[in-house]
């Protein structure tokens, strides 16, 4: 079955840097877009960024554009999301999620930044 594993979260201060990444299983990675989304708590999903397929093309939401990059290992079935510059209102719980439609997630990783 399809299986998403988030891992990589954690307290950091604003301007810090985190790595997530997710571990895909139960399906053919490469052959899928993937996407980051994140909720902050009370409110509700955001986009955060997006992948696709052998291209490599990506795509951020204005917000965390220039701070966040997102990469893929076809190879380990993962799925990167580089976080620098990191401030409060990135605090949230990141999910990784397959393809442009977002069929299946995974359960998340909280990252918290605060000082």
């Known amino acids: 079955q399809v299986q998403l594993l988030e891992s990589g979260g954690g307290l950091v201060q604003p301007g810090g840097s985190l790595r997530l990444s997710c571990a895909a299983s139960?399906?053919?990675?490469?052959?899928?877009?993937m996407t980051w989304v994140r909720q902050a708590p009370g409110k509700g999903p955001e986009w955060v960024s997006g992948?696709?397929?052998?291209?490599?093309?990506?795509y951020y939401a204005d917000s965390v554009k220039g701070r966040f990059t997102v990469s893929r290992d076809n190879a380990k079935n993962t799925l990167y999301l580089e976080m620098n510059n990191l401030k409060p209102e990135d605090t949230a719980l990141y999910y990784c999620?397959?393809?442009?439609?977002?069929?299946?997630w995974g359960k998340g990783t909280l990252v918290t930044v605060s000082s």
């Open positions: 999620a397959r393809g442009r439609i977002m069929d299946y």
């Open positions: 139960g399906f053919t990675f490469s052959n899928y877009a």
């Open positions: 992948i696709y397929l052998w291209s490599g093309t990506t």
